[in-house]
Protein backbone atom coordinates (compact mmCIF):
# COMPACT_ATOMS: atom_id res chain seq x y z
CA UNK A 1 0.00 0.00 0.00
CA UNK A 2 3.07 2.21 0.41
CA UNK A 3 4.03 2.59 -3.32
CA UNK A 4 -0.25 4.04 -3.26
CA UNK A 5 -0.24 6.47 -0.71
CA UNK A 6 2.11 8.68 -2.89
CA UNK A 7 -0.64 8.71 -5.73
CA UNK A 8 -3.90 10.56 -5.60
CA UNK A 9 -5.83 7.52 -4.07
CA UNK A 10 -6.93 8.10 -0.35
CA UNK A 11 -6.43 5.67 2.18
CA UNK A 12 -9.95 4.21 2.76
CA UNK A 13 -9.65 3.26 -1.34
CA UNK A 14 -6.27 1.95 -1.05
CA UNK A 15 -7.38 -0.38 1.73
CA UNK A 16 -10.75 -1.43 -0.16
CA UNK A 17 -8.52 -2.12 -3.00
CA UNK A 18 -6.64 -4.71 -0.71
CA UNK A 19 -9.59 -6.30 0.68
CA UNK A 20 -11.10 -6.49 -2.56
CA UNK A 21 -8.21 -8.40 -4.29
CA UNK A 22 -7.97 -10.49 -0.72
CA UNK A 23 -3.94 -10.32 -0.54
CA UNK A 24 -2.80 -9.38 2.69
CA UNK A 25 0.19 -7.07 3.75
CA UNK A 26 3.21 -9.71 3.78
CA UNK A 27 4.03 -9.87 7.68
CA UNK A 28 0.50 -10.95 8.12
CA UNK A 29 0.41 -13.39 5.33
CA UNK A 30 3.40 -14.82 7.25
CA UNK A 31 1.98 -14.83 10.76
CA UNK A 32 -1.88 -15.51 9.53
CA UNK A 33 -2.61 -12.32 10.50
CA UNK A 34 -5.84 -11.79 7.87
CA UNK A 35 -7.54 -8.13 7.83
CA UNK A 36 -11.52 -8.39 7.53
CA UNK A 37 -13.17 -5.65 7.39
CA UNK A 38 -12.16 -1.90 7.10
CA UNK A 39 -14.23 1.28 7.16
CA UNK A 40 -13.62 5.18 7.78
CA UNK A 41 -11.72 4.65 11.25
CA UNK A 42 -12.58 1.25 11.88
CA UNK A 43 -10.35 -2.03 10.88
CA UNK A 44 -11.28 -5.46 11.93
CA UNK A 45 -8.26 -8.48 11.84
CA UNK A 46 -8.57 -12.17 12.62
CA UNK A 47 -5.86 -15.04 12.93
CA UNK A 48 -5.50 -18.44 14.64
CA UNK A 49 -2.93 -18.91 16.87
CA UNK A 50 -1.11 -22.37 17.02
CA UNK A 51 2.01 -23.64 18.41
CA UNK A 52 4.31 -21.35 15.90
CA UNK A 53 2.87 -18.30 17.61
CA UNK A 54 3.88 -19.70 21.13
CA UNK A 55 6.25 -18.05 23.38
CA UNK A 56 9.15 -20.67 25.40
CA UNK A 57 6.26 -20.58 28.49
CA UNK A 58 3.77 -22.19 25.89
CA UNK A 59 1.58 -19.34 25.56
CA UNK A 60 0.82 -16.97 22.35
CA UNK A 61 4.22 -14.57 22.27
CA UNK A 62 3.03 -10.63 23.29
CA UNK A 63 5.12 -9.87 20.55
CA UNK A 64 2.38 -11.96 18.19
CA UNK A 65 -0.58 -10.09 20.28
CA UNK A 66 0.77 -6.64 19.84
CA UNK A 67 1.59 -7.22 15.97
CA UNK A 68 -2.07 -7.98 15.51
CA UNK A 69 -3.06 -4.83 17.59
CA UNK A 70 -0.37 -2.23 16.00
CA UNK A 71 -1.90 -3.22 12.15
CA UNK A 72 -5.87 -2.85 13.68
CA UNK A 73 -4.56 0.83 14.95
CA UNK A 74 -2.44 1.28 11.74
CA UNK A 75 -5.32 0.66 9.50
CA UNK A 76 -8.11 2.15 11.75
CA UNK A 77 -5.71 5.46 11.15
CA UNK A 78 -4.79 4.52 7.22
CA UNK A 79 -8.71 4.26 6.28
CA UNK A 80 -8.50 8.01 6.91
CA UNK A 81 -5.31 9.05 5.38
CA UNK A 82 -5.88 11.90 2.82
CA UNK A 83 -4.23 11.00 -0.97
CA UNK A 84 -0.18 11.32 -1.06
CA UNK A 85 -0.15 10.95 2.95
CA UNK A 86 1.17 8.31 5.25
CA UNK A 87 2.10 7.10 8.45
CA UNK A 88 4.25 5.37 11.16
CA UNK A 89 3.52 4.11 14.45
CA UNK A 90 5.23 6.78 17.27
CA UNK A 91 4.07 4.67 20.01
CA UNK A 92 2.27 1.38 21.30
CA UNK A 93 1.23 0.95 24.22
CA UNK A 94 -0.29 -2.49 25.01
CA UNK A 95 -2.53 -4.20 28.14
CA UNK A 96 -2.15 -7.90 27.97
CA UNK A 97 -5.67 -8.85 29.82
CA UNK A 98 -5.79 -12.63 29.49
CA UNK A 99 -3.50 -15.26 27.72
CA UNK A 100 -4.15 -16.88 24.52
CA UNK A 101 -3.12 -20.19 23.13
CA UNK A 102 -4.18 -22.97 20.34
CA UNK A 103 -7.41 -23.07 22.30
CA UNK A 104 -8.10 -19.70 22.31
CA UNK A 105 -9.39 -20.36 18.44
CA UNK A 106 -9.88 -17.43 15.71
CA UNK A 107 -8.90 -14.34 17.77
CA UNK A 108 -9.85 -10.52 16.73
CA UNK A 109 -8.31 -7.20 17.04
CA UNK A 110 -10.72 -4.34 16.30
CA UNK A 111 -8.92 -1.07 15.72
CA UNK A 112 -10.67 2.55 16.22
CA UNK A 113 -9.67 5.98 15.09
CA UNK A 114 -9.89 8.61 17.87
CA UNK A 115 -8.30 11.65 16.04
CA UNK A 116 -6.75 12.45 12.51
CA UNK A 117 -4.78 15.71 12.53
CA UNK A 118 -2.31 17.16 10.21
CA UNK A 119 0.80 15.28 12.20
CA UNK A 120 -0.81 13.02 14.09
CA UNK A 121 -3.00 10.24 14.39
CA UNK A 122 -4.57 8.47 17.70
CA UNK A 123 -6.04 5.18 17.95
CA UNK A 124 -7.18 2.34 19.77
CA UNK A 125 -7.71 -1.88 19.38
CA UNK A 126 -9.16 -4.39 21.11
CA UNK A 127 -8.75 -8.06 21.00
CA UNK A 128 -10.93 -10.54 21.85
CA UNK A 129 -10.80 -14.66 21.92
CA UNK A 130 -13.34 -16.67 20.26
CA UNK A 131 -15.64 -16.48 23.25
CA UNK A 132 -15.91 -12.69 23.13
CA UNK A 133 -13.29 -12.39 26.39
CA UNK A 134 -11.08 -9.41 26.00
CA UNK A 135 -7.60 -10.84 25.81
CA UNK A 136 -5.82 -7.61 25.35
CA UNK A 137 -5.80 -3.43 24.38
CA UNK A 138 -3.69 -1.22 22.61
CA UNK A 139 -3.47 2.58 21.97
CA UNK A 140 -1.42 3.88 19.81
CA UNK A 141 0.00 7.31 18.51
CA UNK A 142 1.09 7.89 14.86
CA UNK A 143 3.04 10.09 13.12
CA UNK A 144 1.18 11.32 9.61
CA UNK A 145 3.16 12.51 6.65
CA UNK A 146 3.04 13.24 3.22
CA UNK A 147 4.79 11.07 0.89
CA UNK A 148 6.94 12.56 -1.61
CA UNK A 149 6.03 11.65 -5.22
CA UNK A 150 8.28 9.88 -7.66
CA UNK A 151 9.83 11.84 -10.15
Known amino acids: MS ?6 TDGLTQVRALLATGRQPPLGEKLGISLIEADRGHAVFEATPDGSSYNPMGSVHG ?19 KPGYGYTTLELKVSFVKGLSST ?6 TGRLISMGRRAAFTEAT ?7 VCATA ?6 FEVPSAK
Open 104 to 109: SGTIRA
Open 139 to 144: TSTLLV
Open 3 to 8: SEAAGG
Open 63 to 81: GYIATILDSACGIAAHTAL
Open 127 to 133: LQNDKGQ
